[in-house]
């Protein structure tokens, strides 16, 4: 949960005039100004419900209102019950036949994505969520297109990601949690190939003599758990299989999810999962997913997951979530099924990229726009004063301080961030996600600051208001949209050579001064090359605590360069990934995990949840 912020009313909140004709003990004195007597008790009552709700958490809030059936939403996208897959009364399933590639041209892509986070994150998706609900308010058919949640945050530090304060997708407990099994549909899928290779290096009669000490293929599972990353399987005798070392990510770090993400259909999928590189023969001839014949059998597991995922907003417009890559690690974002779904559905669709726009911006723009066709047409840049804060040097207990000082300073990583967008062609809006501990001095600082360089920045309150917080953010980026200014462009042609492609990312995004490829890296690009994958885009995995690969230099970092340990091959997904850094692929749990604080009655009602 964020910060509790500057709660106004809301749609949650009796009007207190509701309440004044039926209180028949509220008479005033003969003598007193009845209008008067009025106006005090509709300003108390109003601060008692106000009180009440600055006290509530995510959970409580979520719990609070009474959702619409799934059908409902599904009406407000012009959608017939007969389409919908219905998990239950607040979730469904919406079958691909619904994609219309002429309303995909016809509508408006918004990507949302914000400077380089702190710790806790800057409510990206809260302000999607809430721009969503603006857009609604001011009369747009608008759709919010979001990732699904990970278990590992959800009990780890992080959260939930399903928004937060008045800007939340419902029905929240579920979305964070198992949903409607598309992780576990992921993690099965993932753990078919694991088995099934380990099964051919065993067989006697059809091995396809795979070198287990090539086999970079791992097991996978939807939780933070660090005792998983290096193990060693096989043991206990021949009748186990053949020990060799191996290890476990987190399901959203798994290829099959970047896989799911990248696909455009069934068919789409049945391929790209054949293409998975899974290690070498005896010989060094490459082995894929397919010469295991595995694709289709993967594909079965998948072929619900494939479908996206309708629910709604708390103020009960549509909202599609679909896919979960982490964006330091992977793609991080929604699938390109589900983004076309709401194209398909919607005048307007926002979603969001992970993490800062050095990361997640950078690979929905040239990972995903490129494999899905997509053109937006306005880019959000998420800023807290707090973020900025951070970047000018205060420590976390000092977060919350006020400081104009630290504000400037930090704001040189905003600004980095607001170059990077122009170098695609999109002059971003910038969404000041409003904190209950900014400043006026600090706000106006920064707005008056984006305004000298050309870019409109806008508080939101999205969090406290919900839509109503939200709607001159709204009405910024439509004015950004209909005078059609941008034109958005990649940063690098695919068919460059891999080092140009990192290079470029390193120095025009990062602002490094260069790449420096170990030898393990070098000889991973000569791999590269022999399979024929060089034409592939980059797909960074770096920190998303610094522009570097060093998660200490914050703010906007001069004279460095970073290092490619290693890459990994996502063939089937169709991308590399280098490997800047101490990256690693299973987070660990906290010392005092999340899920320390959960808690289940009898009735089977949720606290602790966020």
């Known amino acids: 949960m964020f910060p509790k912020q500057d709660a106004q009313t809301s749609s949650l909140i009796p009007h207190s005039s509701s309440l004044i004709p039926h209180s028949s003990f509220l008479i005033p004195p003969p003598s007193f100004p009845y209008n008067l007597f009025r106006s005090i008790v509709h300003y108390a009552v109003k601060n008692i419900f106000v009180t009440k709700f600055q006290n509530m958490t995510d959970l409580e809030i979520a719990q609070a209102v009474n959702m619409q059936h799934i059908n409902d939403i599904a009406a407000k996208l012009g959608v017939d019950s007969d389409n919908l897959e219905q998990y239950g009364k607040y979730k469904a399933k919406l079958p691909l036949t619904l994609i219309d590639q002429s309303k995909i041209d016809r509508s408006n892509l918004i990507l949302v994505t914000a400077l380089t986070p702190t710790p806790a994150g800057e409510g990206k998706t809260t302000v999607s969520i809430g721009l969503n609900e603006g857009l609604n308010k001011i009369g747009k058919k608008s759709v919010v297109v979001l990732r699904e949640p990970s278990l590992g945050p959800v009990f780890g530090i992080k959260g939930g990601a399903a928004g937060g304060g008045h800007s939340q997708v419902v029905p929240m407990e579920d979305i964070n949690l198992h949903f409607t099994g598309d992780f576990a549909a992921i993690e099965k899928a993932n753990n078919l190939l694991a088995a099934l290779i380990d099964n051919n290096i065993q067989s006697k009669t059809r091995s396809l003599n795979i070198d287990p000490r090539t086999v970079i293929w791992k097991r996978v599972i939807d939780m933070n758990d660090r005792a998983l990353r290096d193990i060693v399987i096989g043991l206990g005798g021949t009748g186990n299989g053949m020990p060799r070392q191996d290890g476990f990510n987190i399901t959203a770090a798994s290829e099959i999810m970047a896989i799911l993400c990248m696909s455009k259909d069934l068919s789409d999928l049945k391929e790209k999962l054949g293409n998975i590189f899974v290690g070498y023969t005896t010989d060094r001839k490459p082995v894929y997913a397919r010469d295991l014949n595995a694709e289709n059998?993967?594909?079965?597991?998948?072929?619900?997951?494939?479908?996206?995922?309708?629910?709604?907003?708390?103020?009960?417009?549509?909202?599609?979530?679909?896919?979960?890559?982490?964006?330091?690690?992977?793609?991080?974002?929604?699938?390109?099924?589900?983004?076309?779904?709401?194209?398909?559905?919607?005048?307007?669709?926002?979603?969001?990229?992970?993490?800062?726009?050095?990361?997640?911006?950078?690979?929905?723009?040239?990972?995903?726009?490129?494999?899905?066709?997509?053109?937006?047409?306005?880019?959000?840049?998420?800023?807290?004063?707090?973020?900025?804060?951070?970047?000018?040097g205060a420590q976390p207990d000092q977060y919350n301080e006020a400081s104009l000082e630290r504000v400037q300073k930090g704001f040189a990583n905003l600004e980095k961030h607001i170059e990077n967008s122009i170098k695609f062609g999109l002059t971003p809006v910038v969404a000041v996600n409003n904190f209950y501990s900014d400043s006026d001095e600090e706000v106006n600082w920064v707005i008056e600051k984006c305004a000298s360089l050309g870019v409109k920045a806008?508080?939101?309150?999205?969090?406290?208001?919900?839509?109503?917080?939200?709607?001159?953010?709204?009405?910024?980026?439509?004015?950004?949209i209909e005078a059609g200014t941008n034109n958005f462009k990649p940063l690098y042609d695919w068919n460059s050579s891999v080092e140009d492609k990192i290079e470029t990312i390193a120095r025009e995004i990062y602002g490094a001064d260069g790449v420096d490829f170990s030898a393990k890296a070098k000889a991973d690009i000569r791999t590269i090359d022999k399979l024929g994958l060089s034409g592939l885009p980059i797909c960074m995995a770096k920190t998303q605590k610094s522009f570097s690969d060093n998660e200490k230099l914050i703010g906007r970092p001069t004279n460095f360069r970073v290092t490619v340990r290693e890459f990994e091959i996502a063939a089937g997904a169709g991308f590399l990934i280098p490997i800047l850094g101490n990256m690693m692929r299973m987070p660990g749990l906290p010392a005092v995990p999340a899920s320390e604080g959960m808690t289940i009655d009898g009735n089977g009602v949720i606290t602790g949840l966020s």
Request: charged share 20%.
């Open 297 to 392: 059998a993967m594909t079965i597991l998948l072929k619900d997951a494939i479908k996206p995922n309708l629910v709604q907003t708390l103020e009960g417009n549509p909202a599609i979530i679909h896919g979960g890559p982490f964006a330091n690690i992977a793609q991080g974002t929604n699938t390109i099924i589900a983004t076309k779904m709401g194209l398909s559905l919607g005048d307007y669709v926002v979603t969001e990229a992970g993490f800062g726009a050095d990361l997640g911006a950078e690979k929905f723009l040239d990972i995903k726009c490129g494999y899905g066709n997509l053109k937006p047409k306005a880019l959000v840049l998420v800023a807290t004063i707090r973020a900025l804060r951070h970047h000018g």
């Open 458 to 480: 806008v508080l939101s309150k999205g969090w406290a208001e919900g839509g109503n917080g939200t709607q001159d953010l709204a009405r910024a980026v439509v004015d950004v």
